[in-house]
């Protein structure tokens, strides 16, 4: 989409759709309304006004309400769009508002829209949310559709022009925010067609080619590994679980490095993404209807390459690396076993007592591996437990680690970013169900508590490294339209991500410009409390 900034009453903008967002509080109270909707109601006649109350719409949080205005207006039809109390309002709102108002602009088959800004505090936040939701909205994944052409092919949302309120002239931070919001959305998107994509066309070797592709787009430095490698690399838990595929796996490692030497001497950010590209289950074998989306377990890479596109592009004052295993966990003939013992990069034992909980094994030959980069700081991504998805459902990412500050300054990425995380227990209370007769450990315990037992598996192998592990396995695709969510992927990680890199690189400049020295090296960042939750 092409995002301009429209000056003017919004009530006079040309364009097929206009889009005006509504507090609860803004219908019946006069003196709480704003200049666009009284606008809008005053060419109307009042009946702008008049109709929401005859509809039943009171701008509560996901109403919606579509008018023709024959006319009066510079747009054909008019979109009201709920964002309910403003005491409770988050840029998350916003962003999922404009996602259901660009989902009913595009039904109306509008090629131009022009939406009033609300009257923010943080306008620069406002109009961010405002663009990722209208981009996030848009999104549809029909490669795959033959049939229906003409709804495949109907007019979508091209121009979307943002007034600001009464008074406030556009800068460039305001262009920034639109820059930025654009390219995180797109990345987004780009991940979503990924997890999106059937798993016999996206194989592991596809997912590596991607990888290439984004990279030599971006500038990223990129090594992908095959088997043979990895033998080399000793990570005998990735190569049971790859060993019963026909697919070769592949071992992805992405780099983002300043230019500026002492920036190089940095301690690296290192991101790690799950890329099971397809899991049967292997020998302990899922059900049919357990298996129908298990090409979505590689979401957890997605998001990484999808952070790392943007990642390209904010050029932080420190080193990057992004690091997934992909290969598919498949029955055969040749397939790791129940029972099997298997040999990790770290020279710990695994007794395997199930085929299915085969991405933590691969993760911690991964993690093991990062982490002799000796990073500032790990974060792994991953479709992990279903334990995780009975406990916080399909929408919040489950978040562990026992470092306060790492944990503090992800979770306040994803706030920030609208991404909600949630802080639950790594405790030594669970270790017993690691326990194993004749190796080290087990790969996997009791049900209860599986997804605590996971992310100790995972502990494992980052040592004493700053570590924090998302447990995606519910957020990572929405069983149904909501927003700017569609059903399918969702993309959830990349704008964490993303943020998370932000906040990290201002705050190495502000403590470089504060010491008088860009030499510093980073550390996790300080939390000013700790978390709550």
Not at 53 to 76: D, I, R, S, W
Not at 339 to 368: F, P, W, Y
Not at 462 to 487: F, M, N
């Amino acid at each position: 989409m092409n995002f301009t900034f429209v000056g003017g009453d919004s009530a006079r903008a040309k364009a097929d759709v206009l889009v005006l967002p509504v507090f609860d509080t803004e219908l019946h109270d006069k003196k709480k309304q704003t200049a666009a909707i009284t606008s809008a109601d005053k060419k109307l006649k009042g009946l702008l006004l008049k109709s929401a109350e005859q509809e039943g719409f009171k701008g509560k949080n996901e109403q919606l309400l579509t008018l023709h205005t024959h006319g009066k207006l510079g747009a054909a039809r008019v979109v009201l769009v709920g964002l309910g109390s403003r005491a409770k309002f988050t840029p998350e709102v916003l962003r999922l508002a404009m996602g259901r108002a660009v989902k009913a602009t595009n039904r109306l088959r509008a090629k131009s829209v022009v939406v009033a800004v609300p009257v923010l505090g943080e306008l620069q936040t406002a109009v961010r949310a405002m663009v990722e939701g209208f981009e996030l909205g848009a999104y549809r994944f029909d490669r795959w559709r033959t049939t229906n052409k003409e709804e495949k092919n109907a007019p979508r949302a091209e121009k979307v022009g943002l007034v600001l309120p009464e008074g406030v002239k556009k800068d460039r931070a305001l262009d920034a925010a639109v820059a930025l919001g654009r390219k995180i959305s797109e990345a987004t998107n780009w991940a979503r067609d990924l997890v999106n994509e059937p798993a016999g066309a996206l194989t592991p070797t596809a997912l590596a080619e991607a990888a290439k592709k984004m990279a030599g787009e971006t500038g990223l430095t990129i090594e992908v590994l095959g088997r043979k490698d990895i033998e080399k690399l000793k990570m005998g838990m990735f190569l049971g679980v790859t060993q019963g595929s026909v697919e070769e796996p592949k071992l992805i490692h992405l780099t983002w490095s300043p230019e500026d030497a002492e920036h190089q001497k940095r301690a690296p950010l290192a991101l790690v993404g799950k890329a099971i590209t397809f899991d049967s289950g292997g020998l302990s074998l899922k059900t049919a209807d357990g298996m129908v989306d298990m090409k979505t377990d590689m979401a957890g890479s997605a998001a990484v390459l999808g952070a790392m596109r943007v990642i390209a592009e904010l050029k932080p004052p420190f080193p990057v690396h992004a690091y997934m295993g992909a290969c598919e966990n498949m029955p055969s003939g040749t397939a790791y076993r129940p029972g099997d013992v298997l040999v990790s990069r770290l020279g710990k034992t695994v007794e395997i007592t199930n085929t299915d909980a085969e991405g933590r094994l691969v993760l911690g030959d991964v993690l093991a591996w990062a982490n002799e980069q000796k990073p500032a700081m790990i974060v792994d991504l991953a479709t992990l437990t279903g334990a995780c998805m009975i406990a916080l459902g399909n929408y919040i990412v489950g978040a562990f680690g026992e470092d306060d500050q790492a944990m503090w300054s992800v979770l306040e990425a994803g706030r920030t970013a609208g991404e909600e995380l949630w802080r639950m227990p790594v405790t030594d209370l669970q270790r017993d169900a690691l326990k194993s007769d004749i190796a080290d450990m087990k790969n996997a315990g009791e049900r209860w508590g599986g997804a605590i037992n996971a992310a100790l598996f995972l502990k494992e192998f980052v040592g004493e490294t700053p570590w924090v592990h998302l447990d995606i396995a519910g957020p990572s695709q929405s069983p149904k339209d909501r927003g700017y969510h569609s059903r399918g992927a969702t993309g959830v990680g990349v704008r964490t991500l993303v943020e998370l890199t932000r906040r990290r690189a201002a705050e190495l400049e502000n403590t470089a410009a504060d010491d008088g020295d860009k030499t510093v090296v980073a550390k996790a960042p300080a939390a000013a409390k700790k978390p709550q939750r």
